[in-house]
């Protein structure tokens, strides 16, 4: 059995892809890991893990970049993801938000599925279709759920692997916090390295 790699973006995993020799294309099976570059966003996460996670693997490795809400997070240090939410899927009602499971439709939350220990901070995190850039979003969504980051396709990771009964990890590098958009500060391709150098590692040893 083995691992995937999950990725919204090629980008993301630029030196993974040099370090291990691999092909291009956004579905790459190797000899002890398979790549699967989903596209940016929760639907195109689902529609590809749809495609592709199967009972072949034990465990999806989900990496990517994320903001930070928590400014005790600095910016290019890897996290543990192992609680994530659908922020944004629910309802309104009036100034009140009622999530998916105040509706009795479904879970809003997922957790992360493994007994590998990581040694990174363990946080919790959202999962947004539109990345928080106004003051008065960004604080609803603190006080409405306190995460430490935000992704846009963590939450759909979790939940495909949790319908598949796999294994799952989601380990993200922060490349900017969460503030009115301002991207001079970012710092993307420090969050990069840092997480390919990790996964590297992580996926030499599993070897």
Known sequence: MKTLVVAATKAELTFLYQHFNLQEGDFIEDKNFDVLITGVGM??????????LSSKYKLVLN???AGAFDRGLKLGSLVNITEDTFAELGAEDGEHFLTITDLGFGENTYKSNSNVNLNLPEVSGITVNRVSGNEKNIRNLSERLNPKTE???GAAVLFACKQEKTDCLQVRSISNYVEPRNRDKWKIGLAIKNLNDWAIAFLSDMN
Not at 43 to 52: E, I, N, P, R
Request: glycine share 12%; no cysteine; charged share 10%.
């Open 151 to 153: 992704s846009m396709e």
């Open 63 to 65: 990496l990517g970049i």
């Open 43 to 52: 639907v195109a996460t689902a529609f590809a893990l749809g495609k592709h």
